[in-house]
C-alpha cells in the first residue's frame, strides 16, 4: 500500500498537475480536516481515508490543469454548492493567484471552509453562507461540482458572472438532457471528458458563457 503523498502526487501527475511540497501538504491535511470535520457536521458521505483521496482530492485536481487552460490569469471565482469546499479549496490552494469564494446554504459548511481557510494559511479562500440567487458581486469564474440541474445552475448564478466570464461545471456522465434544455443566454462552448485516477466513473467539465446578443 502506497503513503498517501505517494497516491496523492501520481495521481496529480496523471492529471497533468505539479504539485509543490507545500501544496501536497495542503492538500493532504485538508483531506485530514474533511474527515475530522465529518465526525459531527456530515460535510460528506465519503468517511475513509482512501475514499477522499479519489472522490474528493483527485476528482477536484482534475479541474486544476483544464482552469489553468481557460482563465490562467488573475481573478475571483464563485464556487457554488461548495460543500466542505469541493472543487474550491483545491482550487484556492492550487491557484493562488485566484480569490476563491466557496458558497453554500448550509452554515456549517461554509464555516467548515472558513476552517480550512484558518489553519492551512490560504487568504485567498473564504467561506459564504447565502443563497445563490441573493447573492451580490461579480465572479471571473462560477464552478460547481454536482451542485444542480444545469438550467438551474446558469439561472441561479448568471446574474454574478460578467459578459466576459466563464462557467466551470463538473458533472458526471455527459448530461445530454440537460444540455437540451439549456437557456438561450447561455453558450457552451466545450465538453471536456477527464479520467480521474483510481476513480471508475464517468467525469466532464460542462464550460459556458453568456451568449453574445
Not at 493532504?28 to 483521496?53: C, Q, S
Amino acid at each position: 500500500m502506497s503513503a498517501p503523498i505517494d497516491t496523492l502526487r501520481a495521481g496529480a501527475v496523471a492529471l497533468g498537475v505539479t504539485l509543490s511540497d507545500r501544496q501536497s501538504e495542503q492538500l493532504l491535511a485538508y483531506g485530514t480536516l474533511m474527515l475530522k470535520w465529518n465526525k459531527v457536521y456530515n460535510l460528506t458521505a465519503v468517511r475513509d481515508p482512501a475514499g477522499v483521496m479519489t472522490h474528493h482530492l483527485l476528482d477536484s485536481l482534475a479541474v486544476i490543469a483544464p482552469l489553468q487552460r481557460q482563465y490562467p490569469e488573475q481573478g475571483r471565482l464563485l464556487d457554488v454548492g461548495s460543500g466542505a469546499g469541493l472543487p474550491g479549496v483545491i482550487i484556492a490552494i492550487m491557484r493562488p493567484d485566484i480569490d476563491v469564494s466557496c458558497l453554500d446554504a448550509v452554515a456549517k459548511k461554509a464555516a467548515f471552509v472558513q476552517q480550512v481557510a484558518a489553519e492551512l494559511e490560504l487568504p485567498n479562500l473564504r467561506g459564504l453562507h447565502a443563497r445563490v440567487e441573493l447573492l451580490e458581486g461579480s465572479y471571473n469564474v462560477i464552478s460547481s461540482r454536482a451542485f444542480a440541474s444545469l438550467p438551474d445552475f446558469f439561472n441561479g448564478s448568471k446574474h454574478l458572472l460578467p459578459g466576459d466570464g466563464v462557467w466551470l461545471a463538473m458533472k458526471g456522465k455527459m448530461p445530454g438532457d440537460e444540455l437540451a434544455v439549456l437557456p438561450p443566454e447561455v453558450a457552451v462552448f466545450h465538453v471536456e471528458q477527464l479520467t480521474v485516477p483510481g476513480l471508475d466513473a464517468e467525469r466532464c467539465i460542462v464550460w459556458a458563457r453568456k451568449a453574445s446578443v
